[in-house]
């Protein structure tokens, strides 16, 4: 860390943060592991913050999910929908987002959100890509 972040160097915070070598941003796996997912991408940000604010570190590019909106409630998503995750893959990134605003307010750290999201979708054959949907539908 010390090698890394100089006083004012901007951080990029990976929220898809490995755990056991692997990165955690499967939406099914956090329903069935929400633990896994919580200590990883909350707890880990935390101390990936208390790390960095003690370098100084005052801006952040945080790496977020369209999964903190939850199911749309219209079409389409700008920054001012509402947002209400529904599984802890979500949830986690909403909850990072939260700490973010109140360590803005409290260190004057300063973060830019980046939300992405898979706009292509699955491959139909499984080749490429994740088919989540149906999955969580039948359990």
Do not use: W
Request: aromatic residues 10%; proline residues 7%.
């Amino acid at each position: 860390m010390k090698s890394t972040f100089g006083p004012t160097t901007p951080a990029l915070i990976p929220l898809r943060l490995p755990l056991g070598g692997g990165k955690k941003f499967d939406v099914v796996e956090s329903v069935e592991d929400p633990m896994k997912y919580y200590e990883n991408n909350v707890k880990n940000t935390i101390n990936l913050l208390r790390a960095t604010l003690s370098r100084r570190v005052k801006h952040f590019i945080f790496l977020s999910s369209c999964a903190t909106y939850g199911n749309p409630v219209k079409i389409s998503i700008d920054k001012d929908h509402p947002q209400n995750p529904i599984n802890p893959y979500g949830r986690g990134k909403y909850i990072v987002k939260k700490i973010f605003k109140d360590y803005n307010r409290a260190y004057g750290l300063s973060f830019t959100s980046l939300r992405y999201f898979n706009a292509a979708g699955a491959d139909p054959d499984g080749e490429m890509g994740k088919t989540t949907i149906q999955k969580m539908t039948t359990r």
